[in-house]
């Protein structure tokens, strides 16, 4: 019986970290393959989704980021946009992940071109993706 009683609060303490994920995956969709986004590009960034910022076959895929991901979490942590946080403001929140985007944006990739100027010609940002 105690083990079923515990068994909610082991889910509870799992998915707050999963909805700051999900959050910033939902704005990175929004903010890049909105209407006017190339369709092949959101047909690619779609079939990528979670390694545009992890690295696929790596064993621990959450903590395995790409350099883009790695870009991405010098600017967003995800401790700091709790599920709380993120129901509470959720505009703010919103526009903070999205400068985070662009601040990471900004950094280069190991190509030489700033992560940004990639996903502006319809190119996945990371080039150690695995994909």
């Avoid at 509870?12 to 909805?19: E, G, I, V, W």
């Avoid at 990175?28 to 990528?48: N, Q």
């Avoid at 599920?83 to 190991?110: C, M, Q, V, W």
């Amino acid at each position: 019986m105690k083990r079923l009683l515990l068994f909610p609060v082991f889910l509870s303490l799992l998915s707050t970290p999963a909805l700051a994920t999900s959050s910033f995956s939902r704005q990175w969709k929004t903010d890049f393959l909105g209407e006017d986004a190339d369709p092949d590009f959101v047909k690619t960034a779609r079939r990528a989704g979670c390694y545009v910022c992890h690295v696929k076959g790596h064993p621990d895929k959450k903590k395995a980021r790409n350099e883009y991901g790695k870009a991405v979490y010098e600017f967003l942590d995800m401790e700091t946009y709790s599920r709380d946080y993120i129901k509470a403001n959720p505009e703010k929140a919103a526009k903070e992940i999205s400068e985070g985007f662009k601040k990471a944006g900004e950094k280069l990739s190991s190509s030489g071109e700033k992560f940004s100027d990639k996903l502006e010609v319809g190119k996945l940002p990371a080039e150690d993706a695995g994909l």
